[in-house]
């Protein structure tokens, strides 16, 4: 079970109604546009952009937002165009951070980035420096209130997933990145609703923080996510029992 996920899921939902709900949004917009511009339009051929339109609407995002950022990515709409740049950096007690961002400017991304690990008694990478220590996986989260552990269990592994865990308020799914849409499929032909997916990378091993050293990488992970250009933050740790108890209060 990761601690680090749970915390995720915490957050997750508490933030899920508060002022940095813009901020997803705005996230979200940039993931269905650089789909749409790679893949098309067209969610039935594009299981990236389906998989952001997902997301958005989970995030309860208006379809006219969902609408006008597709049709930025296919040109019908002018738009910015976004380069897909991941950085790497270690933060305090060696944990290893993945970045995968969405820029218009890499020359301001780096350095900003940059002072945010310095911030947080980190330095960020150069390539290789922490990618050796995750996997890529596709990754599928659903709302407790939508399925039971047993019940989604039997429908993600019987369509070829590896696993299930806790989440906090959600499971995650965990499949190898080829059999994601698959497994999507095989969890709402079992009639669950309110699925996510997306491509992302889990720590091959964690460590496990509480205290003080839990509260620095908190701050700089909150720090990452809060970044105009980044999507996704990964990290190789996670949180003891008393501080996830301690944080969930």
């Known amino acids: 079970m990761s601690g680090h996920n749970r915390w995720s899921s915490i957050k997750h939902k508490k933030g899920a109604a508060d002022a940095k709900r813009g901020k997803i949004f705005t996230k979200i917009i940039k993931e269905i546009t650089v ?24 995030a ?13 990515g296919t040109g019908e709409l002018e738009g910015v165009s976004y380069e897909e740049i991941t950085y790497e950096g270690v933060g305090p007690s060696g ?19 940059r002072k945010i690990f310095e911030r947080h008694n980190g330095q960020l990478g150069t390539p290789g420096s922490a990618a050796w220590a995750f996997e890529g996986k596709g990754l599928i989260f659903v709302p407790k209130e939508n399925a039971g552990e047993e019940q989604l269990f039997e429908a993600a592994v019987g369509a070829g ?17 080829a059999s994601l849409e698959e497994v999507r499929q095989g969890i709402a032909a079992a009639g669950i609703q309110g699925a996510t997916a997306s491509l992302g990378q889990l720590p091959k091993n964690k460590k496990t923080v509480e205290g003080r050293e839990a509260e620095v990488l908190i701050n700089l992970v909150e720090a990452l996510e809060d970044h105009d250009d980044v999507q996704k933050v990964y990290s190789d740790f996670e949180l003891s029992e008393a501080e996830l108890q301690r944080l969930s209060q």
Do not use: Q, Y
Request: charge should be negative; avoid cysteine; proline fraction near 5%.
């Open 161 to 177: 997933a590896d696993n299930v865990e806790d989440s906090g308020d959600r499971w995650m799914v965990t499949t190898e990145r």
């Open 95 to 113: 944990v290893l951070f993945l970045i995968e961002t969405l820029t218009d400017n890499r020359n301001r991304t780096n350095p900003e980035l």
């Open 35 to 58: 789909a749409a511009r790679m893949g098309g339009g067209d969610p039935t051929g594009n299981p990236r952009l389906r998989h952001a339109i997902d997301e958005a609407r989970a």
């Open 60 to 72: 309860n995002m208006p379809s006219d937002n969902v609408t006008r950022a597709i049709k930025k």
